[in-house]
């Protein structure tokens, strides 16, 4: 019976302070009404022993991530120093071309003025004498064909060159904006935590000063709390230079300052829904690499039917008018010249075909590593989608596993450092399901832009790009 006392003093104790608890709200907001003795399981949250909310902020509650806003992504395609750059190379390429169409060959004037002397008799005198030539080089059709075909060579690889700028300007944005969206909602849910520590650090002083805690449990649960504020300033200076690197890089981005972006974009950041073999096809179709090296194949195979037309050389052509004697004899003529072709033409042209042949094996090796970015990025992409949401299914339950080890603690089942653990693992599972989620987004976005199907508006020029418009390079090069 003696052995029974202590134990039976210690329940008696525990239902008291169990009842100063329920009774601490009324006491702590005089304005408002009582709580009920019996109240439901939602109205624990309400007592003192349970401050404020027991979980962390949900993920669906944090920001998801978004596209950049439609005029966000104008300003960047229009102010892209690399863009501009793209623009102007392709203006030079079209005069290039226009002086391949038109070609070299001019007229070449030539005059000349002598003086005859005569010593002999009957014509012994001094004559002024002169004479004036007009030539030009004449360019044969195989020629101009040739030089037809390398400005539309050309102009091709310009296209290639700014629609692989304009794709590297996109994927490096997204790629930026993507990391400063994520950083801004890691601030989110660092400062949620932050202030339910704070939360139930104010509920145990209240506890402590009741005599229901312990001072060692006050300064563990202080000393959580001092780390949150530290884990909150480390993200937020994350966040803050995320956001400087964007906008320092991207000036256009400074325009959505708090990062919002286009919330109707979610779907466009989702894997697309098509066939795998037809989705191949269009990351080919779309992709800068093999339209620069389309072009390159293009431009060899130009420079080799050039070097076959320069093995028949170019004549020249020419009129001339002359006056001899002083006026007593003229001259009228044509003139014709045409070198004649060596073994350095030959050379030339069997160069022109090798370097034909190495455009063809890097376009048939650039094909295969653009198809093997290509699997592995639909891979990792269908992995991430498949692992962000597992990652939330487990933020969910560590949340609640959270809650029930507090209410555990506050219960006398459990102690603080289990329901600490609890709540850091439930942190990491949030974060680690938030990083998920955007790595998710940006590889299904860079899929999209590889594609054609992201960012239409934009990537409209790829659609006419050399990839899909000049197909049949390839079939060309056999001939």
């Known amino acids: 019976m003696r052995q029974m006392r202590p134990v039976l003093a210690s329940g008696l104790l525990a239902v008291a302070v169990a009842w100063v608890c329920v009774l601490s709200p009324a006491q702590a907001a005089p304005g408002q009404q009582r709580a009920p ?3 439901p399981p939602a109205a624990a949250n309400q007592q003192p022993g349970l401050a404020g909310r027991e979980a962390l902020v949900s993920l669906v509650a ?18 892209a120093p690399m863009l501009r750059e793209a623009q102007s190379l392709k203006e030079a390429a079209a005069q290039n071309g226009q002086v391949l169409r038109a070609g070299t060959q001019e007229f070449t004037g030539q005059a000349q003025v002598q003086q005859r002397r005569i010593d002999s008799a009957p014509d012994a005198g001094t004559y002024a004498e002169w004479q004036l ?19 539309g060579a050309l ?77 909150l300033v480390l993200a937020q200076g994350l966040a803050e230079s995320a956001r400087s690197a964007l906008t320092a890089r991207y000036p256009a981005f400074g325009q959505d300052s708090q990062l919002v972006g286009q919330p109707a974009s979610a779907a466009q950041l989702s894997l697309p829904a098509l066939p795998v073999d037809a989705l191949r096809t269009l990351v080919e179709q779309h992709s800068a690499r093999l339209a620069q090296d389309r072009a390159r194949l293009q431009e060899a195979q130009a420079a080799a039917e050039q070097a076959h037309a320069a093995r028949t050389p ?61 699997a592995r990025l639909y891979a ?10 597992a990652l939330e299914r487990a933020s969910q339950v560590q949340n609640q596993a959270s809650a029930r080890m507090l209410r555990a603690y506050q219960l006398g089942e459990a102690g603080i450092s289990d329901w600490l653990i609890a709540r850091r693992s439930a942190l990491d599972t949030v974060r680690q399901a938030l990083q998920a989620r955007f790595n998710a987004a940006e590889s299904a976005a860079s899929l999209r832009l590889q594609a054609g199907l992201l960012l239409n508006r934009a990537d409209v020029a790829s659609e006419t790009s050399p990839a899909a418009a000049v197909p049949a390079s390839e079939p060309e090069s056999q001939k």
Request: charged share 20%; aromatic share 4%.
């Open 314 to 374: 170019q004549p020249t052509v020419g009129a001339y008018l002359g006056s001899d004697r002083g006026g007593r004899e003229h001259i009228v003529g044509l003139q014709f010249s045409m070198p004649f072709g060596g073994a350095a033409r030959v050379a030339r042209e069997r160069s022109a075909l090798a370097g034909v042949d190495a455009a063809q094996w890097r376009l048939q090796d650039a094909r295969a590593q653009t198809l093997a970015a290509f």
């Open 62 to 79: 944090l920001p998801d991530p978004s596209l950049p806003q439609p005029q966000v992504l104008d300003a960047l395609l229009n102010d």
């Open 37 to 39: 003795a019996q109240a």
């Open 380 to 389: 990792l992409a269908r992995s991430q989608a498949s692992g962000s949401l």
């Open 155 to 231: 102009s091709h690889a310009a296209d290639a060159t700014l629609i692989e700028a304009r794709q590297m300007l996109l994927q490096g944005a997204l790629t930026a904006w993507f990391q400063a969206q994520l950083t801004q909602a890691d601030v989110v849910l660092v400062k949620d935590n932050l202030g339910l520590l704070h939360t139930q650090v104010q509920a145990l002083h209240r506890r402590n000063a009741l005599g229901d805690a312990s001072v060692l449990e006050l300064e563990q649960l202080q000393a959580e709390e001092a780390r949150a504020e530290s884990s």
């Open 133 to 151: 030539l007009l030539s030009r080089p004449i360019r044969l059709p195989s020629q101009t064909q040739a030089d037809i075909r390398m400005a």
